[in-house]
């Protein structure tokens, strides 16, 4: 069962509104079987030109790094969204 109002977490290939995607995940925390996306892992974005760390506003924390949700940017600006 899926709640509507919880965060969704960001995955491995989610992309951005930039149309980059996230190119970089934790292998050992994962949702549906695909790796979740931590603060400071990277999105590649052909808008800027390269890839850019995530900064990941969530309470929650996997081995201390922050879990980053849709919704989240990157420091070029780009916000993660879900396809």
Partial sequence: MTHTDEPIMA???DITDHGG?????TPD?????ISI???GHLV???RCGGKYPIIASGRRRHNGKRIAYIG???????T????
């Fill in 37 to 39: 996306a931590l603060d």
């Fill in 44 to 46: 590649a974005c052909p």
């Fill in 11 to 13: 995955r491995l290939g």
């Fill in 72 to 78: 989240d940017i990157t420091t070029c600006g780009a």
């Fill in 21 to 25: 995607k996230i190119v970089e995940a």
């Fill in 29 to 33: 925390l994962t949702d549906e079987g």
């Fill in 80 to 83: 993660l969204v879900r396809p």
